[in-house]
């Protein structure tokens, strides 16, 4: 929200009130309390009729310092609040005064504040200012309403550049940008949101999180260009400042905050197919996508009920439409049979016309207006009211319909919707509306997570969400939302996607083939290589189905050598998806977040890194033309073995059977045995692809088990020509040197060959170690 009318001018009714000094600091062992004052004092009677800041500061974790500031102080807050580990309030800072200047510390970073001074906090990193709140830093405004908001500013230095704030569709680097926390049903080609974050991160070494879970509004460089405003509508304001210095560190510091990733299950990495949304289908149809994949030997993991498994106008009631699935119990086994998980799709919504309104009515299930009526209205569902989860008895009646489904041999659900949620109303423990409109996702999520953890354990549980918040991260899948069936919508999606990973969500997928319309085979194709080196795939459509066999002969084979690529890769993706869970690094990685020091990657968001060691540029045009950065070294085509020098920019063009893909120099890269099914021992048949290490360079290759433990170890090294790779264990393996051609001096070996990617040596029965000589 925009308060100035220009440099020198506020808005017609606006005033505003900016900290100007510090009048005392209460300066405690682990804390520091400022007392400001809105104008210059020069004598006591300036002291009086004038409004007076408090600027509490402290340190939850090294590396993270609070402040928050707060105007009047007798506002009730009658929650929610995200739910922060550890606790915000447990002081681990020191801090130590010299003089005027007061200092506290967090590990590298500190806050320091001289309190002779006018009105200015530094924080500061390893001798540098990450950031500074100087004269307009500090303040509450009043506008011609009455609204009372807080507000801060934080400089921004030359060439810094901020990312984040959820998954947002509008620029990557969000300098230049009005964002407004505020959860939208607004698709992917708007500045709405489904999955608002108040956690922004920027190229110089810090993020902020904004502990407000209801509007937050941001002025990125726009109100005051050298400042990254934000201001929420109440008496108090308090944010966290976290330091890296890499964007890993940061995320890892936020996450350990806010909350970390689950691990999805090893099946979820699949491929997923869906129903569609409006498209008719039956048993028969089920039947017939399932077994049209078999005949063209597409691996398919999951398959996916959307909306009208359920009957019209009734959703959600969580009864199968008898007249289209009379034997429902029946179909999930026999899809269960074929080896598939079932998703089936669920919204928060209780349609008047189904039979649970009544039941929720009476019970007082249902979220009410402020004059006690039920909140009502027509656009979705006729009639439709929300579940109120602020119930503990709600929540117990909602997961009693979810666990039958369960019962059913249902394995995990779509929680859609979850955004559209209204702030007329009155929630039964009493929550702040404003604060609920956001963080009614997380609680959503929450609550279905929870029950799936419940009834089929941790390892086991996901969902596939839509809408989310801070802390939402913790309840993984996330897809991108209602994108449309176009080039452009592609690179939106994927823009999202690579900002939500950046506010702290490890896992994200996307609607391949774009939802809205009808892609052309070259988009679906295109679209189905982005998909399936994403970290979660599914096939989904609105009015059209996804099957490939609709798009032609040669999409087919597209989505078969893709999903089999996939296949082989979940060794490699899983280790990601364990350092999503450990760390909070996601597993699509904008390039910034890999290469920080590469000034060249931080504003690129047509490509991005796949786990450590993979580099996608997904292809949008329609001939087959991509433009990519390669940073620095000698990378590695995965699919052809041509080999790229950076840094530079590529511009190249591909058939549909190719894609930029690229290993990373050096790279160690686990395939596993299997194209059919993400689930098997990883570990056993496992080929190292091997890319070219410098003399001298050992890299560590750890091939996980499927709950999340260590299945073998190998040390690959290299010295001067000699390449040597170590293991321990009875299972097979295998070593690719790609882009090797002499096949001499290979020892420990079983067989030795030669393939269009390099030398291919097969490991003899029990070996430990294998010798060859690189050229």
Request: glycine share 10%; with cysteine; net charge negative.
């Amino acid at each position: 929200m925009k308060f100035t009318d220009g440099y020198w001018l506020m808005r017609p009714g606006v005033t505003a009130r900016y900290a100007a000094s510090v009048a005392d600091a209460a300066v405690e062992d682990d804390r520091i309390t400022l007392y400001a004052p809105v104008k210059r004092v020069l004598k006591r009677g300036d002291t009086l009729n004038s409004p007076l800041l408090t600027t509490e500061c402290w340190s939850p974790a090294d590396g993270v310092i609070g402040v928050r500031y707060t105007h009047h102080a007798g506002k009730a807050s009658p929650g929610p609040d995200f739910a922060l580990t550890p606790r915000s309030e447990n002081g681990s800072g020191k801090t130590v005064r010299e003089g005027s200047v007061v200092e506290l510390s967090a590990g590298d970073l500190a806050l320091r504040v001289d309190t002779d001074a006018p009105w200015q906090l530094d924080f500061t990193a390893q001798g540098r200012t990450l950031t500074s709140v100087g004269r307009r830093g500090t303040g509450f405004v009043t506008d011609a309403e009455g609204r009372h908001f807080m507000l801060a500013q934080h400089a921004l230095g030359v060439g810094e550049l901020v990312y984040g704030l959820g998954e947002r569709f509008t620029p990557f680097v969000k300098n230049g940008q009005s964002v407004d926390i505020w959860q939208a049903d607004g698709g992917t080609s708007s500045e709405q949101a489904y999955k608002n974050v108040p956690f922004h991160l920027t190229n110089r070494g810090y993020g902020v999180f904004v502990n407000h879970p209801g509007r937050v509004s941001y002025e990125v460089g726009t109100e005051s260009v050298g400042q990254v405003q934000f201001s929420v509508e109440d008496q108090s304001l308090e944010f966290f400042i976290v330091y890296g210095p890499t964007p890993k560190e940061i995320l890892a510091r936020y996450t350990a905050l806010t909350g970390r990733p689950a691990l999805p299950p090893a099946w979820s990495f699949g491929l997923w197919l869906s129903t569609s949304f409006t498209t008719s289908y039956d048993e028969a149809t089920v039947t017939s996508f399932v077994q049209g994949m078999t005949d063209r030997e597409i691996p398919l993991s999951v398959f996916h009920f959307d909306c009208f498994w359920m009957r019209e106008y009734q959703w959600s009631d969580f009864t199968w439409d008898p007249d289209v699935f009379p034997d429902p119990e029946g179909l999930v086994a026999r899809l269960k049979e074929r080896g598939l998980r079932i998703c089936v799709w669920i919204n928060p919504y209780i349609a008047q016309k189904s039979k649970l309104f009544a039941e929720g009515a009476r019970e007082g299930y249902l979220l009410k207006r402020r004059d006690g009526d039920i909140w009502q209205w027509d656009l979705w569902q006729p009639g439709m009211a929300l579940v109120d989860f602020t119930n503990p008895a709600a929540r117990e009646w909602y997961t009693d319909k979810l666990r039958g489904l369960l019962g059913q041999g249902v394995d995990c659900f779509k929680t859609d919707f979850g955004e559209r949620v209204p702030t007329d109303v009155v929630w039964h423990d009493g929550s702040d509306p404003e604060r609920m409109h956001n963080y009614y996702a997380q609680v959503y999520n929450d609550v279905v997570f929870k029950l799936l953890v419940e009834e089929r354990g941790e390892g086991e549980a996901m969902l596939f969400a839509r809408s989310a918040t801070a802390g939402g991260q913790q309840f993984p899948v996330h897809w991108g939302g209602d994108c449309e069936s176009t080039a452009e919508a592609m690179a939106e999606s994927l823009r999202g996607g690579l900002s939500l990973g950046l506010s702290g969500f490890g896992f994200w997928s996307h609607d391949i083939g774009g939802f809205e319309g009808t892609p052309t085979p070259a988009l679906f194709k295109r679209w189905v290589q982005f998909g399936l080196l994403s970290s979660h795939s599914r096939l989904h459509g609105s009015d059209s189905y996804r099957v490939p066999w609709d798009y032609g002969d040669e999409a087919v084979a597209v989505t078969r050598d893709f999903t089999r690529l996939k296949n082989r890769l979940v060794p490699y993706l899983y280790r990601a998806a364990l350092q999503a869970r450990d760390s909070g690094t996601p597993v699509m990685r904008a390039m910034v977040l890999e290469f920080p020091d590469d000034p060249a990657c931080h504003q690129l968001d047509r490509q991005y890194m796949l786990g450590d060691d993979l580099l996608v540029a997904p292809v949008f045009s329609e001939d087959g033309t991509v433009e990519y950065y390669v940073p620095e070294g000698t990378w590695t085509h995965v699919l052809t073995g041509e080999r790229v020098s950076g840094p530079r920019w590529r511009r190249e063009t591909h058939g549909f059977a190719t894609l930029p893909l690229l290993a990373r120099p050096g790279s160690v890269v686990p395939f596993g045995a299997s194209e059919q099914a993400p689930e098997y021992d990883w570990a056993d048949g496992v080929t190292l692809h091997v890319h070219a290490p410098a003399d001298g360079c050992e890299t560590v290759t750890t091939v996980p088990t499927a709950d999340g433990g260590t299945a073998a170890v190998f040390r690959t090294r290299r010295t001067r020509d000699v390449l040597t790779v170590e293991t321990r264990g009875e299972q097979g393996w295998r070593v690719l040197l790609v882009g090797a051609d002499d096949t001499e001096g290979v020892k420990g070996a079983d067989s030795v060959e030669r393939t269009p990617l390099g030398v291919l040596i097969t490991a003899a029965a029990g070996a430990s170690v294998v010798t060859a000589r690189w050229s």
